[in-house]
C-alpha cells in the first residue's frame, strides 16, 4: 500500500445519553504495542470508570482488535470499529471510556452512544497521507536553516527531525516524484552548497488538514 488516510497526533470528545458519560480519547498509533500503550494509559486516567471499550486499526489496516470491556457483545468495541473502517482510516486505536448514569440504554442505544463519541472524536482530528517516501538528510549553516525548511515545506516535504550542532542537520520525507524538482530548486536557491543524502524508504506521514 503506498499511501493511505490516518490521523495526526491525538484528539478526544465527550458525548452525554441518558446521564452516562461516553469519553471518546482518539490516538495515531502504528503498531498493536503503540495501541495497547495508548489504551493501557487511558484505561488508568479514567480507573473509576465502570467501562473502557475500544478499539484500533494498526500497520495500513493489517491488525485490527476491538473490545467491549464488559458492555454486552456487539454494542460497544464493533461500532467504535466500524466508525474507524467507515472513515477509512489506519493507524488509528480509539477508546471510548463509560461512566454510568444509572439509566439502562438497551442495546440500540449502547450501539449509538458508542458510535457517536467515536464519530465526534474523528471529527475532531487531523488527518493525514501515510506516503511510500524516501527520506534525506541536509546539513547547513544557522543562517540557511529557515530558508532550507521553507523551501522542503513549500515542495511538499515532511520534517521528520532536527538536530543543532555547530551546524544544522535536517531530516525530511518528501514523496519519490517531488524528489528532482525539489533537488533542482535546492541547488539553484543554494548555488548548489547544499545536497540531499538519501537514508530511507518508509512510509511516513504527510501534509495535514481536519476531516
Partial sequence: MEKYLTVSGSAGAEYEEKKSRFIASLCHAESEEQAMSFISSIRSEYWDARHNCFAYSVEGGRFSRFSDDGEPHGTAGKPIL????GNKINDVVIVVTRYFGG???GTGGLVRAYSTAAKLAVENA???EMVLCTVYETECAY???TRLVSL???CGGTIKGTEFTDRVRIKYALRDRDKDEFCDTLRETFSARLTAEECEKGVFELKTEKF
Fill in 82 to 85: 466500524d466508525v474507524i473502517t
Fill in 103 to 105: 439509566i439502562l440504554l
Fill in 126 to 128: 487531523v488527518k493525514a
Fill in 143 to 145: 543562517t540557511d536553516h
Fill in 152 to 154: 522542503i515545506e513549500s
